[in-house]
């Protein structure tokens, strides 16, 4: 058997995806997650094998194959300065092919479509993936019906900590700075925390630049239904006077005016948004380090006819369909509002010891401040006192993580770690909706994996501990209460190549999660969702017990993927409607009490895509999950709707100084959600819609300059809608038929 490990020269990164040829014959193989290859069944001889990675320089090698042969390559970084989309194609493929559960990778190409918008909407054509909406700028992922604190989002290996706990506090993201994102659905609570029932969203940033050079990238982009425009600037470059050093500055922003429906204006819907980062890197031999700023900060505005004085007038906001009075278009942006800022400082450093593995640590710190603004002002306010938020909380979080991948012993290969995190929030509010509290977590896992041909198999193991403070609040009678948490997640998996494209995969793990402080405590108006949410400090922890098994085949012309999972939660904690609304001095407001019950969450998510012709591709992808109590086999409350979704991708000939253009028509449906509590909401669930897009893209090539332009329509035919996970649909529908047109301009050189 022929067998061995490709890496970066550089680096001695093992390389995923990387392409193994045998001259003269048809076999061949791909590199693992970790590197390593076999070809199996090889008669003794002496073959020629070629060894490619798009962005390295290949290699071509004889090897003498006497009985069991291991090879040790590796390749050079090339300094072609090289699309994006090519860096990063084999180790997309690579990432959902090798893996047991069910990932989607969104490379820079996908992602382009969406540059600008928000990360729940770059993530809705992933198949199992939808979003809680709170009006048109604010969307958060939604993975097989699970969401905010059971989704660990994962920002350039720094877990992302924000005011998570709210259905409309979205990730605080720059949606520019994405060079890839993974999406692995499912738990993974082994090596992600405590968190992770429901998945994981990776973001990763593009690699530094470490060879001599300067170059960047100018992203231009603008909306037709909010007015918006938004505008990205990449610079990076790699150092001569000293070899190995790499350094990125990105700066964006974003502003929008009220979204329209197709009837009616969204009255104060518009946002701004203002983000940078600043990254620099140092790689020599076998050390890497790393460190990183980021900001972004934004404001937002809130639908101002959700917020109602008493009762007549939130039954005739429900029942009326459309807004009370006209709003005219406008960029400002009144209170109700959102302003938050997140800063990030990341320090990263890898070392690899030859023969022995790759230690990594990196440390983190983030400062997440929140401020939201009432839309009424109480009767001691004065003019001055108005002004002031009625939430102004701050978020300060530190965290380290640390963990050793050996070398493969054998077959197998595995990491074991710890993390950590400290985090402390601060009130300064003229409401009440949290107390303050400190939180302590630590962990220490490890997880091994097995390769053996065709079949592979792993297995992790994670303890975690986690202590929660909270302190007195005097406006509510919060008593000073200790909280401690200790538990074990862990997963089993393995794959089997049925055949050089197609595989099965299953995985079978159980995680945890503590309830989180406005689980516990939250008592009053949360004007982000403009409803009154109440806590139970008799909370218990979550437990889940999950089985996913996954079927997917990649072939020359097509490709495909079909999940089945079923989750139970024990413990599951829910925000449920009360049958009366709360008055309070600022208004009336829905009412919202957070429940607990044993669920079980079932369903499946596949999509299918064919090559008919050259030229011409088509696909369909599909998600139903169902959420119901154990107890009574009765419906959990915002599950997703049924859904799916067809396209049609036409490669076009080149014209003029357009290159491999293409045209994309999408049409995507959504069933009525009829599987819901009874007598457990407001209002009944809207009706199912269908929606169709279409898009051009094409590389533009004028005087030497190349560019990549992507012009797209979304609700083509501006229907009338109101999705079932919008926190407005009580009031409002969703926007309507949107023109965005982005270019993005690359330029630069490199020695």
């Given amino acids: 058997m022929f067998s061995g490990v490709v890496v970066?020269?550089?680096?001695?990164?093992?390389?995923?995806?990387?392409?193994?040829?045998?001259?003269?014959?048809?076999?061949?193989?791909f590199t693992r997650i970790d590197g390593t290859f076999e070809i199996p069944n090889l008669?003794?001889?002496?073959?020629?094998?070629?060894?490619?990675?798009?962005?390295?320089?290949?290699?071509?090698?004889?090897?003498?194959?006497?009985?069991?042969?291991?090879?040790?390559?590796?390749?050079?970084?090339?300094?072609?300065?090289?699309?994006?989309?090519?860096?990063?194609?084999?180790?997309?493929?690579?990432?959902?092919?090798?893996?047991?559960?069910?990932?989607?990778?969104?490379?820079?190409?996908?992602?382009?479509?969406?540059?600008?918008?928000?990360?729940?909407?770059?993530?809705?054509?992933?198949?199992?993936?939808?979003?809680?909406?709170?009006?048109?700028?604010?969307?958060?992922?939604?993975i097989r019906g699970l969401h905010s604190q059971?989704?660990?989002?994962?920002?350039?290996?720094?877990?992302?900590?924000?005011?998570?706990?709210?259905?409309?506090?979205?990730?605080?993201?720059?949606?520019?700075?994405?060079?890839?994102?993974?999406?692995?659905?499912?738990?993974?609570?082994?090596?992600?925390?405590?968190?992770?029932?429901?998945?994981?969203?990776?973001?990763?940033?593009?690699?530094?630049?470490?060879?001599?050079?300067?170059?960047?990238?100018?992203?231009?982009?603008?909306?037709?239904?909010?007015?918006?425009?938004?505008?990205?600037?990449?610079?990076?470059?790699?150092?001569?006077?000293?070899?190995?050093v790499g350094w990125r500055a990105q700066g964006s922003v974003r502003k929008a005016g009220d979204s329209r429906t197709p009837?009616?204006?969204?009255?104060?819907?518009?946002?701004?948004?203002?983000?940078?980062?600043?990254?620099?890197?140092?790689?020599?031999?076998?050390?890497?380090?790393?460190?990183s700023y980021s900001r972004f900060q934004t404001e937002l505005g809130i639908y101002r006819g959700s917020h109602v004085g008493n009762v007549d007038d939130l039954q005739r906001a429900i029942t009326a369909g459309r807004p009370p009075v006209e709003y005219p278009f406008t960029y400002d942006i009144l209170a109700p509002k959102q302003e938050i800022s997140h800063q990030t400082w990341s320090g990263i450093l890898r070392y690899r010891i030859p023969g022995i593995g790759?230690?990594?640590?990196?440390?983190?710190?983030?400062?997440n401040h929140r401020q939201e603004y009432d839309a009424h002002r109480r009767w001691f306010d004065t003019t001055a006192a108005s002004s002031q938020p009625a939430f102004d909380l701050t978020l300060t979080s530190y965290t380290l993580d640390v963990k050793f991948l050996h070398e493969p012993v054998g077959n197998?290969?595995?990491?074991?770690?710890?993390?950590?995190?400290?985090?402390?929030?601060?009130?300064?509010?003229?409401?009440?909706?949290?107390?303050?509290?400190?939180?302590?977590?630590?962990?220490?896992?490890?997880?091994?994996?097995?390769?053996?041909?065709?079949?592979?198999?792993?297995?992790?193991?994670?303890?975690?501990?986690?202590?929660?403070?909270?302190?007195?609040?005097?406006?509510?009678?919060?008593?000073?209460?200790?909280?401690?948490?200790?538990?074990?997640?862990?997963?089993?998996?393995?794959?089997?190549?049925?055949?050089?494209?197609?595989?099965?995969?299953?995985?079978?793990?159980?995680?945890?999660?503590?309830?989180?402080?406005?689980?516990?405590?939250?008592?009053?108006?949360?004007?982000g969702t403009a409803q009154f949410e109440i806590g139970d400090p008799l909370l218990t922890p979550e437990r889940s017990l999950s089985l996913d098994v996954t079927i997917k085949h990649f072939g020359e012309a097509h490709r495909g993927e079909l999940s089945?999972?079923?989750?139970?939660?024990?413990?599951?904690?829910?925000?449920?409607?009360?049958?009366?609304?709360?008055?309070?001095l600022r208004g009336l407001f829905p009412t919202f009490r957070h429940a607990q019950t044993a669920a079980n969450l079932r369903g499946l998510d596949g999509l299918a895509e064919v090559r008919c012709f050259d030229f011409l591709r088509v696909g369909a992808s599909f998600a139903l999950v169902r959420g119901v109590r154990r107890s009574d086999n009765e419906a959990l409350f915002q599950m997703p709707a049924d859904r799916a979704r067809t396209w049609l991708h036409v490669h076009l000939p080149d014209l003029a100084v357009l290159h491999e253009p293409y045209l994309e028509v999408g049409i995507t449906g959504v069933m009525r959600q009829t599987r819901i509590p009874a007598g457990a909401d407001y209002l009944p669930p809207p009706a199912g819609y269908t929606l169709a897009d279409i898009t051009f893209g094409s590389d533009v090539h004028v005087a030497g300059i190349r560019a990549t332009l992507n012009a797209s329509?979304?609700?083509?035919?501006?229907?009338?809608?109101?999705?079932?996970?919008?926190?407005?649909?009580?009031?409002?529908?969703?926007?309507?038929?949107?023109?965005?047109?982005?270019?993005?301009i690359p330029f630069g050189t490199v020695e």
Avoid: C
Wanted: glycine share 12%; proline share 5%.
């Fill in 564 to 584: 089945v999972y079923s989750t139970t939660i024990d413990g599951y904690i829910s925000l449920l409607p009360e049958a009366q609304p709360t008055l309070t």
């Fill in 358 to 367: 790759q230690l990594q640590a990196q440390m983190g710190w983030q400062g």
């Fill in 150 to 244: 059971r989704v660990r989002v994962i920002n350039s290996g720094i877990s992302q900590e924000g005011q998570q706990w709210g259905g409309e506090h979205a990730p605080e993201i720059d949606p520019f700075s994405a060079d890839r994102i993974d999406v692995m659905k499912g738990a993974a609570g082994v090596e992600f925390g405590a968190g992770a029932i429901g998945g994981v969203i990776r973001i990763h940033q593009r690699p530094l630049r470490v060879t001599q050079g300067f170059g960047g990238e100018l992203t231009l982009n603008a909306f037709e239904n909010n007015r918006q425009g938004a505008a990205s600037l990449l610079l990076e470059g790699g150092l001569s006077v000293i070899p190995g």
């Fill in 263 to 291: 009837e009616y204006g969204i009255g104060n819907s518009g946002f701004e948004e203002l983000d940078g980062s600043l990254s620099a890197g140092y790689e020599r031999g076998p050390l890497t380090i790393e460190a």
């Fill in 412 to 527: 197998f290969f595995g990491t074991v770690g710890v993390s950590g995190m400290r985090q402390t929030n601060v009130g300064n509010s003229l409401s009440f909706l949290i107390p303050n509290f400190r939180s302590y977590t630590a962990g220490v896992y490890a997880i091994e994996e097995w390769n053996a041909g065709p079949f592979s198999a792993d297995a992790g193991l994670r303890i975690d501990a986690f202590q929660t403070r909270v302190y007195p609040y005097a406006p509510k009678s919060i008593q000073d209460t200790e909280l401690r948490y200790t538990a074990v997640s862990g997963a089993v998996g393995a794959r089997m190549e049925l055949s050089p494209a197609w595989s099965i995969g299953a995985t079978a793990g159980t995680a945890w999660r503590p309830p989180s402080v406005n689980e516990l405590f939250s008592n009053g108006v949360h004007h």
């Fill in 713 to 744: 329509i979304r609700n083509l035919f501006n229907a009338a809608y109101r999705d079932y996970l919008s926190r407005f649909r009580y009031y409002i529908n969703d926007p309507g038929r949107d023109i965005a047109l982005r270019i993005q």
């Fill in 43 to 142: 008669v003794d001889g002496v073959y020629t094998v070629h060894i490619r990675y798009i962005g390295y320089i290949g290699k071509t090698v004889i090897v003498q194959v006497k009985g069991a042969v291991k090879l040790r390559v590796a390749l050079a970084p090339s300094a072609v300065l090289l699309p994006e989309v090519s860096v990063t194609g084999s180790m997309e493929q690579s990432l959902e092919r090798m893996s047991s559960q069910s990932i989607a990778v969104l490379s820079p190409e996908d992602l382009d479509r969406h540059r600008g918008q928000t990360l729940g909407e770059s993530l809705k054509e992933v198949p199992g993936v939808t979003v809680l909406q709170t009006g048109p700028s604010i969307s958060k992922p939604v």
């Fill in 8 to 29: 970066d020269s550089v680096s001695g990164d093992p390389l995923v995806g990387a392409t193994l040829s045998i001259e003269g014959s048809r076999i061949g193989a």
